[in-house]
């Protein structure tokens, strides 16, 4: 459902995607894993329209979106959620999941989304009245996950979810995403934890200074010798 191809971004001065190209198929989870500045959160930026690509293409469901706007890639169904502090922190969580509606029109649409969001996430649910700022940060990013998911994602475009949580928690996170993910969305998962995420990624890519260099299934990845010496703190 999507295919990137020998895609480019330059920064000024600064080549940051090198020609990589990498695709998610319908119902899967791929893992997008790399070091500080390898360029994983420039790819998303490059897929959701944030950041416009000097070369190479996005295609998702056959309709070729390089460099298209930001809105009207969300509103295809490709949605990027931000990365977990991003929330609203002085709105309620109701109100925070409300804005994830703020394109679809239709009322009992995003009730029904809401109601989906609560019911994989119990603890946002208790806490529907409660303020963004004053949940935990397992809690604020589950909320951030929760609000895009209310946009109605076909693809969620997910930025290093676990980043600042305990391991438990990461592991909650974790186990939401391929909720998410069993209940029909694909996930391209951006992620510095790369045991976390190769858990739950049926497939994944490294990536090193802008270009792609390793892929595989995310069993494949886990016993790659390259990848357990460089992602996953040695043998
Ligand atoms: P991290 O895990 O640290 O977030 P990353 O893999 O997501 O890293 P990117 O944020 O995509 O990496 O950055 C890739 C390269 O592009 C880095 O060298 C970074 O300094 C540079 N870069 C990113 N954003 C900009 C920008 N707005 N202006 C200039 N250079 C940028």
């Given at each position: 459902?999507?295919?990137?191809?020998?895609?480019?971004?330059?920064?000024d001065g600064?080549h940051?995607?090198?020609?990589?190209?990498?695709?998610?198929?319908?119902?899967?989870?791929?893992?997008?894993l790399?070091?500080?500045?390898?360029?994983?959160?420039?790819?998303?930026?490059?897929v959701?329209?944030?950041?416009?690509?000097?070369?190479?293409?996005?295609?998702?469901?056959?309709?070729?979106?390089?460099?298209?706007?930001?809105?009207?890639?969300?509103?295809?169904?490709?949605v990027h959620?931000?990365?977990?502090?991003?929330?609203?922190?002085?709105?309620?969580?109701?109100?925070?999941l409300l804005?994830?509606?703020y394109?679809v029109?239709?009322?009992?649409?995003?009730?029904?989304?809401?109601?989906?969001?609560?019911?994989?996430?119990?603890?946002?649910?208790e806490?529907?009245?409660?303020?963004?700022?004053?949940?935990?940060?397992?809690?604020?990013?589950?909320?951030?996950?929760?609000?895009a998911m209310?946009?109605?994602?076909?693809?969620?475009?997910l930025?290093e979810p676990?980043?600042?949580?305990?391991?438990?928690?990461?592991?909650q996170?974790?186990?939401?995403?391929?909720?998410?993910?069993?209940?029909?969305?694909?996930?391209?998962?951006?992620?510095?934890?790369a045991s976390?995420?190769?858990?739950?990624?049926?497939?994944?890519?490294?990536?090193?200074?802008?270009?792609?260099?390793?892929?595989?299934?995310?069993?494949?990845?886990?016993?790659?010798?390259r990848?357990v010496?460089?992602?996953?703190?040695?043998?």
């Open positions: 459902m999507l295919e990137i191809s020998g895609l480019d971004v330059h920064y600064v940051a995607l090198r020609g990589l190209s990498l695709t998610v198929g319908k119902g899967e989870i791929v893992a997008l790399g070091n500080n500045g390898a360029g994983k959160t420039t790819t998303l930026s490059a959701s329209g944030l950041v416009r690509p000097s070369g190479g293409t996005v295609v998702f469901e056959g309709e070729d979106i390089t460099g298209s706007a930001a809105h009207k890639i969300t509103g295809r169904g490709l959620a931000p990365e977990g502090r991003r929330i609203f922190s002085t709105l309620t969580v109701h109100d925070n804005l994830g509606g394109l029109r239709d009322q009992a649409e995003i009730r029904r989304r809401i109601d989906h969001v609560y019911g994989l996430l119990p603890r946002l649910a806490r529907r009245a409660q303020q963004g700022g004053t949940l935990s940060g397992g809690e604020q990013q589950m909320l951030a996950i929760g609000r209310v946009t109605g994602p076909r693809l969620l475009l930025d676990s980043m600042g949580l305990a391991p438990l928690v990461v592991a996170v974790m186990e939401l995403i391929a909720d998410i993910n069993a209940s029909g969305t694909a996930v391209l998962l951006v992620e510095q934890n976390a995420a190769l858990k739950i990624a049926h497939r994944g890519y490294v990536l090193e200074n802008g270009v792609g260099t390793l892929s595989g299934s995310g069993d494949e990845l886990r016993s790659d010798p990848v010496e460089a992602y996953l703190g040695g043998a």
